[in-house]
């Protein structure tokens, strides 16, 4: 899954691909346009299958990264650090898995417009299965599923906050989370 986001303090476009596990396997430089941002994810997505796009390169401190490269040889995406070659290789086969994944803008105010414009409704048994493999039971099963997803992912990064928060702001996340996952969506 692509995510399409902005940096506060220079307000520049990005974007980055996540595995279903939610780790970030590729990230972009700054784009001064959303509509250049979303270029990138189309030669993301055109040129990650094509393993001479693929640049690697070993770092001073012996760790590897690669980045992915356009036809015309300018550099589209940027991966993270690896320990191992072997790292490398599979963060590579990562991208390959996943350029095609959908495309979610996290930029304020957006995400559920398009959500709905990028996210058409699951058509077969496997395009459900993975759904729920990566969003829970719940996904992929109601003509409102975009609005579950955004649902599921929130409270997915809430859990996240909640692990690192204290006080009274835990205690507020642990009543959301409790009224999220209480109120799950039906199918009526």
Known sequence: MFEIYTNQKNG????????????IVLGSEGYTTKAACKNGIESVQKN??????YETKEAKNGKFHFNLKSGNGQVIG?????????????GIESVKRNAQG??????????IEVLKKTTPPP????????LEEEYGDYCGKSTIWGAREVLWETTK????????????????ICSL???LTSNKPTDE
């Open 177 to 179: 989370l409790s009224f």
């Open 102 to 111: 959908r495309v979610v803008d996290v930029t304020k105010g957006t995400r």
């Open 78 to 90: 940027s991966s993270q650090m690896y320990a191992s070659l072997s790292g490398l290789k599979n």
């Open 123 to 130: 058509q077969t048994k496997e395009d459900v299965e993975l």
């Open 12 to 23: 520049e476009f990005y974007f980055r691909l996540k595995a279903r596990n939610g780790e």
């Open 48 to 53: 990650a299958p094509l393993d001479k796009r």
């Open 157 to 172: 990064q809430l859990r996240h906050f909640l692990s690192t928060s204290k006080g009274y702001i835990k205690k507020q």
